[in-house]
């Protein structure tokens, strides 16, 4: 699973110096952070849809594509999925109740 993140992440920075007629991530880049979150609340929004319409193939198609509009943002603000595997190794053996209140 790391490799497709870490290959798909390397690409999408690549991208940002591509052609916005050639590459739908640049046109992201294009807009800005603020068409970047946009994306990424209009596919948030149709995750939880899927998730209530109880449609596994719809449900896993639209967390790829929030997964993958995430990436971009991670790539916008200079971040990549390193630092949130990272973080989720982290978390992996606190309960979530602890870890929550640990950040507070």
Request: aromatic share 6%; proline share 1%.
């Amino acid at each position: 699973m790391d490799d497709v993140l870490r290959e798909l992440a390397d690409v999408i920075e690549a991208r940002k110096n591509a052609s916005v007629a050639e590459s739908y991530v640049a046109s992201l880049y294009a807009g800005g952070i603020d068409a970047i979150l946009k994306k990424v609340g209009e596919e948030a929004i149709e995750v939880v849809i899927a998730g209530k319409d109880g449609d596994r193939d719809a449900l896993v198609h639209e967390v790829a594509d929030l997964w993958f509009h995430c990436l971009v943002l991670l790539a916008a603000r200079d971040s990549h999925p390193k630092a949130i595997t990272g973080e989720l190794a982290r978390r992996f053996r606190i309960s979530g109740h602890e870890e929550k209140a640990g950040r507070w």
